[in-house]
Antibody, heavy 127, light 103 residues
Framework: QVQLQESGPGLVKPSQTLSLTCAVSGDSISSGGYYWSWIRQHPGKGLEWIGY???????NYNPSLKSRITISVDTSKNHFSLRLNSVTAADTAVYYC???????????????????WGQGTLVTVSS | ETVLTQSPATLSLSPGERATLSCRAS??????LAWYQQKPGQAPRLLIYDTSNRATGIPARFSGSGSGTDFTLTISSLEPEDFAVYYC?????FGQGTKLEIK
C-alpha cells in the first residue's frame, strides 16, 4: 500500500521560505511512471495544483507560483520536497503531496489523476 | 488552461436518494477527467478516473459519465457516509466543489 506523509514547519513568517517534505512508502520514486505532486487548499476553499516532479528531476509548476517554487527529489531517501519563497498570508493553506499517473504527448506530460494523497499539513504564514 | 465549473454548489438530499453532480469544462477535454471525495479534516480521495472508472475500493453506487465539456458523477442511492464535498479534476485544474449535504 502506497503511503505519502508530509512534514515541515506549521508556522512560517512572512517573506520567509516554506519548506515541506513528502516521504513515500510502498513505492519507489525512482521506478518511474508517476509524477510526484504538491497541491494546496486554502482554508475553506478548493484545491490548487502547485507542481510536480518526475524521478529524473523534470518539473512542471503552476504558472501563478512558478517564480517562487522549487520542487526537488531525493531518490535515495525516497522523498520529494517543496520550497516556496517569499511567502505571504495568502500562502496559508493545507499542503498535500500526491502521486499522479501521467500521460505524455510529444511535447508535454500531464497528470491523469492523483492517488494516493498524503494526509496534508497546515502551514500558517504569520509573524 | 481549462476551467472546470461544478454545479450545483450545494446539493441537499436524503439517504437513499440519487445524487447527480455536474462538472462542465471551458473547452472540450479528453476522457482523463477524475472525481474526488473530501470529508472534513481529510485529504481528497480518488473516486473515479478516466471519466467512468471506479478507483480501487470504491462502491458500485458511484458512477461517472460524460464527454467533451460535460461530465457527471452519479451516486445511485446515498449512504450516510457519502455526504461530503466532491471535486472534479482535469488535468491541472480542479472544480470549485459540490457540497453534498443531508436534507
Amino acid at each position: 500500500q502506497v503511503q505519502l506523509q508530509e512534514s515541515g514547519p506549521g508556522l512560517v513568517k512572512p517573506s520567509q521560505t516554506l519548506s515541506l517534505t513528502c516521504a513515500v512508502s510502498g513505492d519507489s520514486i525512482s521506478s518511474g511512471g508517476y509524477y510526484w505532486s504538491w497541491i494546496r487548499q486554502h482554508p475553506g476553499k478548493g484545491l490548487e495544483w502547485i507542481g510536480y516532479i518526475y524521478y529524473s528531476g523534470r518539473t512542471n509548476y503552476n504558472p501563478s507560483l512558478k517564480s517562487r517554487i522549487t520542487i526537488s527529489v531525493d531518490t535515495s531517501k525516497n522523498h520529494f520536497s517543496l520550497r516556496l519563497n517569499s511567502v505571504t498570508a495568502a500562502d496559508t493553506a493545507v499542503y498535500y503531496c500526491a502521486r499522479a499517473l501521467g500521460y505524455c504527448t510529444t511535447t508535454r506530460c500531464d497528470p491523469r489523476w492523483f492517488d494516493p494523497w498524503g494526509q496534508g499539513t497546515l502551514v500558517t504564514v504569520s509573524s | 488552461e481549462t476551467v472546470l465549473t461544478q454545479s450545483p454548489a450545494t446539493l441537499s438530499l436524503s439517504p437513499g436518494e440519487r445524487a447527480t453532480l455536474s462538472c462542465r469544462a471551458s473547452q472540450s477535454v479528453s476522457s482523463f477527467l477524475a472525481w474526488y471525495q473530501q470529508k472534513p479534516g481529510q485529504a481528497p480521495r480518488l473516486l473515479i478516473y478516466d471519466t467512468s472508472n471506479r478507483a480501487t475500493g470504491i462502491p458500485a453506487r458511484f458512477s461517472g459519465s460524460g464527454s467533451g465539456t460535460d461530465f457527471t458523477l452519479t451516486i445511485s442511492s446515498l449512504e450516510p457516509e457519502d455526504f461530503a464535498v466532491y471535486y472534479c479534476q482535469y488535468p491541472y485544474s480542479f472544480g470549485q466543489g459540490t457540497k453534498l449535504e443531508i436534507k
